[in-house]
Structure formats: C-alpha cells, structure tokens
C-alpha cells in the first residue's frame, strides 16, 4: 500500500480526519491530502519539540500556517486545538502522521483514527 493510500483511505475516507500528513522523521513529506498547506519545517519543528513539552507549551503546534494551542503530550502523542477544530499527531518508529479535525468531530474520534494507524505501522516497523 503506498503512503498515499494511507492518507486517503485510512484517515480521510473516516469522514472524521479532514486533512492529513506521513513525513519521515527528516520532516520529508511522504503523503498529504489534497489542499493541505503543512510544510516540512512545520513539521521539523514539532518534530524537534517533541521531547519538550515547555516549548510546545509556550509555542503551540504550527500545522498548514494555522497555530494550534498546545493540550498534552506524551512521549508519541501530542494534541493541540484552535477554537472547534484541533490537531492530532502521533510519531512512529520512522514516520510522524498529522491529522487536522473540524467541529462536529470531537478529539476522541480523532484520536482514534489517528492511533490507530500509528500503531498498526509501530506493529510493522514503520
């Protein structure tokens, strides 16, 4: 299955993810939904903030030029939210997904989608 199909098929075809990437740990973009605007150095940077919850904290979470709030982070996981839409990430073995959501969706559903690729390519070394 290419990158893109996971994009497409794993994260937006839910109805529940309204835009999506996978980048290398390089920041490297390997797929991203149509009209989404994230760039590698949005994505470096969260990459390098990853270990520091203070600067995502004091910083917030910048994904396709729009700045997140920053919520909670765990040592994969981290979370941010703007008004009724929010973003959810999770980093893999060698991949970080990103996933934007839109009211009506909660960040539980998001969640769910989003970790469940992310481990499911943990369980296969990605």
């Known amino acids: 299955m290419s990158w893109q199909s996971y994009v497409d098929d794993q994260l937006i075809s839910t109805k ?12 490297n973009i390997w797929a991203s939904s149509a009209g989404f ?11 390098g903030k990853y270990a520091s919850t203070e600067q995502l904290a004091m910083n917030g979470v910048m994904i396709g030029g729009v700045k997140y709030m920053f919520l909670s982070a765990t040592d994969r996981v981290v979370r941010a939210k703007k008004g009724t839409s929010g973003v959810h990430c999770i980093k893999t073995v060698q991949a970080l997904i990103v996933c934007v ?3 009506p969706v909660v960040p539980e559903q998001a969640a769910t989608v989003t970790e469940k690729l992310g481990e499911y390519l943990i369980s296969v070394g990605y």
């Open 101 to 103: 959501y839109e009211d």
């Open 16 to 27: 529940v993810i309204k835009s999506a990437v996978i980048a290398g740990h390089d920041g």
């Open 37 to 47: 605007a994230v760039t590698a150095e949005e994505l470096k940077s969260l990459l």
